[in-house]
């Protein structure tokens, strides 16, 4: 700013108007009744121009501000000579300067034309306002132009403007969000308004005037009478309307919408409708989700030959599922207990009150078999389990499950049992059996030792009646004494564990020792028929799991069968072979082979048959029994026929897991 302009115009605007008057008024004339009232006449109007509510400006070609008014000043927070010599770009936004600068081109380009435009402007504390300003360039007296600015203050117009614009905004999105459309109708015209969302909704190009043609053509065909006839009785009788119909898309895809509408009346009492419209095919769809899976349910629950049981707080029956097999679901156990019902709870009181327990506590509960009733009265046994059901807010209100009829299986569990008994009861027939024929073998075993134990004893006292007598050769003899009565002792008890009826026990066994106890009890067998035995076991033979007595019996069932199918060999030495060995890494084998008569083709597949013997006193039981005693230790036995002559018996069974490799 020069300095020889800030002492013209740095004083106020007044002072301002009131040299140039001077100037035009010569001082000779100052004291003319003209120039007094002129003087006066300028006073007013520059009080005028103070203070009316319009903020004035005058600008230079340069931008620079020649004058403001107070008010003008006083609304932007400074004084006028604050403003007065300073650009009038400092109270605009650096980013509408440019702007500014324009209209001010604009206006000294168009002299004595008004331009208007709204624009920001920024006050001294920084704030803002609205502005309206009207603008005009005009010559001054010296031929300079200058641009003169009128200012109104609409910053409150502006806010109402933006919070309408906002809040149309929010409506709109909110409207997308909650696929919610407003419409205005008025019957009387058919003038139809729509929101944007109503337009999305009706997949309507925006701006284009809605048309009740067009959306009845939209409206799918089956739904148009109903939307007719509901929205004509509607306008009729000024009364709102809630209705839901389809749309047809142009895609051809359907959408369901809901129109709600309230009727009000317009000054002239004409009927007009204001309402909204949503998108309903999201929830249609879940609505219909919801069925097809109850559907569904319903489906697998009414098919399945389980029953579906619900019981309340009290644990009482509530409701059974409905079920197209009229025999299996009991009937008329609505209002009853599972205990009421059940013949077994005063047989088995542990077992309910276990089950009691866990529904006061309120868990689920697993397989809970328990004997009821069939529609029929039949006894069945029922299997369920259930898990509890809480209300919202956590409250107990029963239990919810599944029923099955395990009849058929605890029938066939308890058939099996049964034949297991028998099974193992025959087996001990038959070892009996056995071991009578056995007798001269057992006879032998124990005569054995005890001639030995006579033998000794006439020895000791042989030694004894010596004089000096020979103590210690008669100890030795009484020693073997010793070793002789344990050893017929161990036979004994061999013998009657073998004859005895005991419960099968399961243990870690050395398969060679079960097969060297089992030879020594046929030892004597063999010698009478004249059958030499050859061994070979192999050694190291991780231990098999199983019960001793039972492999015992199908040893000595295995080799006494060999024994029998070689007593017509005269032309070769009747040879028995037992061997061990391992097979894979977790099972071993023991095979008994004889060079007997072997077996036919036809005898082949029937030899484990029960009551298959070709022998004229057999009985025919022994090899079935030994398979299901061998099967019952998970492992096999097979008969092969041997390449030259004979038979061999196989049996391989699983090594004890913890010893398998
Ligand atoms: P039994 O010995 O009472 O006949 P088994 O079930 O033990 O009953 O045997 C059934 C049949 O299998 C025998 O009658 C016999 O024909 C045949 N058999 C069994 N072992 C042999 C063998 N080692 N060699 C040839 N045939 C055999």
Redesign the pocket.
Same mark, same amino acid.
């Given at each position: 700013m020069k300095p020889g302009r800030a002492a013209t115009f740095g004083k106020s605007a007044a002072q301002f108007l009131v040299g140039c008057l001077r100037q035009i008024v010569p001082a000779k004339q100052g004291t003319d009744a003209n120039a007094a009232d002129l003087l006066e006449a300028v006073k007013q109007w520059q009080q005028v121009f103070e203070h009316t509510p319009v903020m004035y400006f005058m600008v230079d070609p340069a931008g620079t501000v020649i004058n403001v008014n107070t008010f003008g000043a006083e609304q932007l927070g400074y004084t006028p000579a604050e403003l007065i010599g300073r650009s009038v770009l400092d109270v605009f936004l650096a980013e509408d300067r440019a702007a500014v600068r324009a209209c001010v081109a604009l206006c000294l380009k168009t002299l004595d034309q008004s331009h208007t435009w709204e624009i920001r402007k920024v006050r001294k504390d920084g704030s803002m306002l609205w502005v309206r300003e009207n603008a005009k360039a005009m010559l001054r007296a010296n031929g300079g132009p200058i641009v003169l600015v009128a200012c109104e203050n609409i910053t409150e117009r502006k806010e109402a403007e933006n919070a309408l614009r906002q809040s149309e905004a929010y409506l709109a999105q909110a409207q997308e969000l909650s696929h919610t459309g407003s419409f205005g109708w008025k019957a009387a015209t058919r003038e139809i308004t729509w929101s944007k969302e109503t337009y999305r909704i009706f997949e309507c190009e925006e701006g284009t005037k809605p048309a009740i043609p067009f959306m009845l053509q939209r409206i799918h065909p089956e739904d148009r009478l109903a939307v007719q006839q509901t929205t004509g009785r509607a306008a009729r009788e000024g009364k709102d309307y809630d209705h839901e119909y389809r749309l047809v898309m142009p895609d051809g895809s359907i959408k369901y919408v809901r129109a709600v509408a309230r009727a009000t009346r317009d000054a002239s009492g004409r009927v007009e409708f204001v309402g909204s419209v949503t998108d309903i095919t999201a929830t249609k769809e879940a609505e219909r989700r919801l069925r097809d899976s109850e559907q569904r349910f319903r489906d697998y629950a009414e098919t399945a030959s389980d029953w579906f049981w619900e019981t309340g707080p009290d644990h009482r029956v509530t409701q059974i599922s409905e079920h197209s097999d009229t025999n299996t679901a009991p009937a008329g156990l609505i209002g009853l207990t599972r205990w009421d019902i059940a013949p077994d709870a005063a047989l088995e009181p542990e077992k309910w009150r276990q089950h009691r327990a866990a529904l006061d506590a309120h868990v689920p509960f697993r397989d809970l078999v328990y004997r009821s009733k069939d529609r029929n009265g039949q006894p069945i046994y029922v299997r369920t389990s259930g898990k509890p059901f809480f209300d919202a807010d956590g409250a107990f209100l029963g239990y919810r499950g599944v029923c099955t009829d395990v009849t058929a299986a605890i029938r066939a569990n308890q058939a099996e049992d049964a034949l297991r008994k028998a099974q193992a009861e025959l087996a001990h027939v038959t070892r009996v059996t056995t071991l009578g024929e056995l007798t001269a073998s057992i006879a032998h075993e124990i005569n054995q030792p005890l001639a030995a134990v006579i033998a000794n004893a006439d020895a000791c006292l042989a030694w004894l009646q010596r004089s000096p007598p020979d103590l210690k050769a008669a100890r030795r003899s009484v020693e073997w004494i010793i070793e002789d009565g344990r050893r017929a002792g161990d036979v004994i008890r061999h013998v009657r564990a073998l004859a005895k009826r005991s419960d099968i026990e399961m243990v870690p066994l050395d398969a060679n020792a079960v097969v060297r106890e089992a030879v020594a009890l046929v030892q004597r067998e063999m010698a009478s028929h004249a059958v030499s035995v050859r061994m070979e076991l192999s050694s190291a033979l991780p231990r098999i799991f199983g019960d001793r007595i039972q492999l015992q019996q199908v040893l000595i069932?295995l080799i006494m069968? *060999?024994i029998e199918?070689m007593a017509d060999v005269h032309d070769r030495p009747r040879e028995l072979a037992i061997r061990s060995q391992a097979s894979g890494d977790s099972a071993m084998q023991v095979s008994v082979s004889?060079c &007997? @008569? *072997?077996?036919s083709e036809q =005898?082949i597949d029937r +030899?484990f048959t029960p009551f298959?013997? @070709?022998?004229s006193s *057999? !009985? &025919? !039981? &022994? +090899?079935?029994i030994c398979r299901s005693i061998i099967e019952a230790h998970g492992g096999r036995l097979s008969a092969i026929p041997n390449q030259e002559r *004979? =038979?061999t018996?196989q049996i391989t069974l699983p090594l004890h897991r913890e010893e398998a490799s």
């Open positions: 069932n069968n *060999g199918a004889d &007997g @008569t *072997g077996i =005898a +030899l298959f013997t @070709t022998k *057999g !009985m &025919g !039981m &022994g +090899l079935s *004979g =038979a018996f």
